[in-house]
């Protein structure tokens, strides 16, 4: 009988624990990002020609990967959930392999991944952002190109790759366009020249991107508008340091990237004999890159902000502890110990599913249903119900200027509103007074109330 090779070994069991971990943890897959993002998929995938031009609020390649992955796997909660875990593994997978083919090292690989997996749980790895799949295609791009010159034919095709895969990032998301910054890391190298071709690239599959959604401008209208229109909250020294959702973590990743790009730096000056070196210009690209994401704290101290930033975190720091095999061994062990300590978000769903299911009998598929708090797209998913009176659709105005008044009232038919939020305690005394003028404004409207659950009232006209 042949024998496993251990470091097929190790793989295979850190496989199977991912997939353990996975069944516990999949229930608790879905934030608010999520469920707009496939409730406007699953609306996209059935065919829908009314989908409000309001979802280029996020650019469209989100929705082409959901739609993807409705197509392949189905529409239902757990498929999607599955679809996330796979988008998560994609991630952990690509910045092992970016760190261990870099390095030819298989411990470095497994510490990258470990180390990624664990601080991305602790950004809100499980809430469904679109952050965590965003790096994706620079991750692949990067295992590829490895760190390897940019001459001859075969660099030119590196550069026009990686500067494809920087275009596709950002047509997922419109901050991953900060990931392109790392490449100025290859400056202190030569040749420079073929540079040139990774903003072409980028441009040319980012216009592909666009010109397949076939909406024209639209998606560029609308999502380089809401990221201008966008409000602050807070500085960024408060919000990386002072945070008061996440006090620490932030400033400690911040510190670290940091940390990376100032080594970075200090070799590439210090030591012009390794500016040629592969591990030092992926060392480059992944710490100014990662640091470059951090501008996204200048507006809020959300800590899925920091989803772009992980995996190119994790790849720095592991390559600048590579020639140690007790620093490669305490990075591992810190992911492994993040990774199992993580605590599961308690989303109530169920208890969300068998109260839905008394209101649902009041409801119609021709409906147009109004949810408060405007974010809680989970119930539109349960319910089926779609959002097609508001330009935004299943988008909630939150620091876009707009109110829950912005839309066509007279279309609407039903409102729900919750009595609680059992998705976000923490916020209930903060929406308290605006659930109380919501159902004011909706009295006055006409809507009277038929039905009331523990959760939640229906109102209609």
């Not at 229109?229 to 807070?234: K, L, N, P, T």
């Amino acid at each position: 009988m042949k024998r496993v090779a251990p470091p097929v070994a190790i793989a295979l069991v850190l496989l199977a624990a991912f997939f353990l971990w996975g069944a516990r943890v999949r229930p608790a897959i879905g934030g608010d990002d999520f469920f707009s993002l496939v409730c406007f998929s699953r609306d996209l995938a059935a065919g829908a020609t009314d989908v409000p031009a309001g979802r280029y609020v996020y650019f469209p390649g989100g929705y082409t990967v959901f739609r993807a992955a409705i197509a392949l796997n189905g529409a239902s909660l757990a498929a999607l959930q599955w679809d996330y875990l796979i988008f998560i593994l994609a991630n952990v997978g690509l910045t092992g392999a970016v760190a261990g083919r870099v390095t030819r090292s298989f411990p470095a690989g497994i510490a990258a991944a470990l180390l990624n997996m664990g601080l991305c749980l602790r950004s809100q790895g499980l809430d469904g952002c679109i952050g965590l799949l965003a790096p994706v295609p620079v991750l692949a791009a990067l295992a590829l190109v490895a760190g390897k010159p940019f001459s001859g034919r075969a660099g030119l095709a590196r550069a026009c790759l990686l500067g494809a895969a920087l275009g596709l990032a950002l047509s997922l998301k419109q901050q991953a366009g900060f990931l392109a910054l790392g490449a100025a890391a290859f400056l202190v190298r030569k040749p420079r020249a073929p540079l040139l071709l990774l903003p072409g690239a980028a441009l040319a599959s980012f216009g592909l991107a666009i010109a397949i959604e076939g909406h024209g401008l639209d998606p560029l209208r609308w999502g380089l508008g809401a990221v201008t229109a966008y409000a602050s909250q807070g500085s960024f020294l408060g919000n990386v340091f002072g945070s008061l959702h996440h006090p620490r973590a932030l400033g400690g990743l911040f510190l670290g990237n940091l940390v990376a790009a100032g080594a970075w730096g200090w070799l590439a000056v210090r030591r012009p004999d390794l500016r040629e070196e592969p591990w030092l210009s992926v060392l480059g690209f992944s710490a100014l890159a990662a640091l470059a994401t951090f501008v996204q704290f200048t507006r809020r101290d959300y800590a899925q902000y920091a989803l772009l930033a992980i995996p190119f975190l994790s790849i720095a720091l592991v390559l600048l502890a590579a020639r140690s095999k007790l620093a490669l061994a305490a990075l591992g062990t810190a992911g492994l110990v993040l990774w199992a300590s993580a605590p599961i978000p308690d989303r109530f769903r169920n208890h969300i599913q068998d109260e839905l299911e008394l209101v649902r009998p009041l409801l119609t598929p021709r409906d147009e249903l109004v949810v408060f708090p405007l974010r809680r797209n989970d119930v539109h998913f349960l319910l089926g119900t779609r959002v097609r009176s508001s330009p935004l659709g299943y988008f909630w105005p939150t620091g876009l200027g707009v109110t829950f008044r912005d839309r066509d009232w007279d279309g609407v038919t039903a409102v729900l509103v919750s009595g609680r939020d059992v998705c976000a305690p923490e916020r209930e005394a903060q929406e308290a007074e605006e659930r109380r003028e919501v159902l004011a404004f909706v009295e006055v409207k006409g809507f009277r109330r038929v039905a009331t659950t523990t959760t939640f009232e229906l109102l209609r006209r």
